[in-house]
């Protein structure tokens, strides 16, 4: 990340520049002109009441709440208002070219690339910009996640995410997918997420976050039950839970995983017909397996799943599969049985095979020889 861009025309904002290295290095003094320079700015903006018009009829309040920028990562840091406003030195300030607030707002977010390339970077492989790109301009840019004036610090030691940035994220998202993230909360990852419980999935475990990739992809459906398994397969945070961590292994086995797996190594660009994960269970409505109204251990609920691919199943259709069972006494008894006879059998008949292969030879070795040691008796040379 670079540092604040240094205006070599004033001092304190070199020295600003400085400090800030020293910050960066570590060291926590404040240069308290900093603050002074952003409050030539909030002497008026922290006051409420004003605001700018665009020429569409939108319009911005340009209200900056001072105890938020004072606490936020930005303003806490000793950042210049015009770090980012580069031209807004002065009042009255130079006409503003966007013709409406949505503009504004897609033609300031490249102010943040100066210091966070990485990101800026990333952002621009992703779903988000790919779709401004195609005309799309509700799509989110940087200033729509992250209030350049209020964004609090949401990384801790080594980049890791805080809880409270974690906990933040759906609300985040839901500015705009509003809906998805109400289903979300009322699924058993978003349940558990509003404890503060930092086992389950939020929006970007599974979609990532600068560089979100399309969902609706055959190369995202292809790799998604790899996704599930990473925290499904984990069995120090299954324990926890007692869920059962066999669930991607029954799942490959089955027909339906093990058609996905080998077609995924042959075609992975195209779609499959047979279910992942999320044809199952959902996607952002997963369920507890015993919930009443979605549950897949509810059997209603299990043919309604089936359907969708099996049209004509009936009540009983299910019951030929194992789903994530491993076969036991109880629950797939004739499976089950079938199993242990098989593996009693095999290896009593392929071991009886081969014993009797093994005596027959020996059996046949001492005959020959006795018939040999016969003919050198009758035959004397
Ligand atoms: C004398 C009061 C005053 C001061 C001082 C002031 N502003 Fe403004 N600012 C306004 C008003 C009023 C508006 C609303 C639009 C307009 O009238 O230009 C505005 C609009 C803005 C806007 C949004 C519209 C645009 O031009 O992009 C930004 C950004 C802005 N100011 C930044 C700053 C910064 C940064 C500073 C400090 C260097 C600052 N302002 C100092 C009064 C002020
Ligand atoms: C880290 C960069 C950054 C800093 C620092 C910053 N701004 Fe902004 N500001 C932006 C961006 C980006 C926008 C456009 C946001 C949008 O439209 O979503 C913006 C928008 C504005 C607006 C238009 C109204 C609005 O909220 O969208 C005003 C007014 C404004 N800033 C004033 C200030 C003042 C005053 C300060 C200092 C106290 C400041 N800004 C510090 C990046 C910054
Ligand atoms: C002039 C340099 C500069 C600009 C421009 C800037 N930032 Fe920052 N930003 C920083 C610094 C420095 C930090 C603190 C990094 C740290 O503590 O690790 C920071 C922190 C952040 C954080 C919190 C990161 C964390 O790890 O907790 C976010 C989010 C962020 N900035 C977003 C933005 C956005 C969005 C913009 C554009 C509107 C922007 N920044 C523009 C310098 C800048
Ligand atoms: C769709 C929402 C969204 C957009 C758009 C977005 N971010 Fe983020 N950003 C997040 C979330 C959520 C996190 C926390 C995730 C994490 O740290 O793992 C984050 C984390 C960050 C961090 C902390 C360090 C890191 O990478 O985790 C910085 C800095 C940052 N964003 C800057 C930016 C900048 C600059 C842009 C624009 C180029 C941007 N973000 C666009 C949602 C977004
Ligand atoms: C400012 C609004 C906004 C915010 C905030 C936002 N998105 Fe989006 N997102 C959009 C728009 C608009 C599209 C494009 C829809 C289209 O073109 O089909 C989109 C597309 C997507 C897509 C691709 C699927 C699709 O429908 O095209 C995913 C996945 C996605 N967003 C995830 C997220 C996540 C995760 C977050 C939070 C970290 C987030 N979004 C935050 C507006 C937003
Ligand atoms: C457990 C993983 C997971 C979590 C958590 C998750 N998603 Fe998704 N999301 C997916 C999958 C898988 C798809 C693809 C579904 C499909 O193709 O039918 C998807 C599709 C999407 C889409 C595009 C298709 C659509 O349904 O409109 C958007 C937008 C989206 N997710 C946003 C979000 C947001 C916002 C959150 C957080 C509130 C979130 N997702 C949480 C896995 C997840
Ligand atoms: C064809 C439908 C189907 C597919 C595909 C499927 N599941 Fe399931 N899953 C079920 C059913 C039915 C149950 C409930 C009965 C059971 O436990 O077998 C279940 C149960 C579960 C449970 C609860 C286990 C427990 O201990 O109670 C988890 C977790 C789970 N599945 C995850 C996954 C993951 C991850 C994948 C992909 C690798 C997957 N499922 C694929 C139908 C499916
Ligand atoms: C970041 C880790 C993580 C990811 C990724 C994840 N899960 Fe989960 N999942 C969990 C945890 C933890 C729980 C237990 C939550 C609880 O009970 O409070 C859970 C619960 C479940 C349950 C409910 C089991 C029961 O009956 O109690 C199902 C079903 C499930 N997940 C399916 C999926 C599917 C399908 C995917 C992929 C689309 C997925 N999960 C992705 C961590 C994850
Ligand atoms: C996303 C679609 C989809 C879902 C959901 C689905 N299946 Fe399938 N299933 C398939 C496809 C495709 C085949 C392969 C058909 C073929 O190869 O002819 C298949 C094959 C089967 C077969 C093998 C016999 C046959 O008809 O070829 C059984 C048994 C089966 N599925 C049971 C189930 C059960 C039980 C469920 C519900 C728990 C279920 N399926 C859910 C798509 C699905």
Redesign the pocket.
Known sequence: MRRFVVDAGRSTTRSFGLHLAAVLLGSALLLPGVTARAQECLDCHGQPGSSVSFKDGSSKDVTIDPDAWAASVHGSMGAACTDCHTEHKEYPHPEVSASSARDYTLSHYTSCQQCHEDQFKKQLDGVHIKAIAAGNKNAAVCSDCHNPHTQRKITGEGGKLLPEGRLGI?KT??RC?GE??SR?RQSV?GRALVDGNPDV???I???GVHNIAD??TAE??LA?PR??ADCHTDRKKMAKYKLSTQVLRTYVADFHGSTVTLFERRHPDQVTNKPVC?DCHG??D?ARVDDPKKGLEVKANLLRTCRKCHPDATMNFPDAWLSHYVPTRDRNPVVYWAQVAYAILIPTVVGGMALFVATDLVRRRIDHRRHLERRHRVEPS
């Open positions: 759906p998202c839901a997918h998805i993230q979300y990852h999935p939020t929006c475990d599974c979609h969902p609706r995202f459906r998604s996704l599930c999320y996607v952002h997963i």
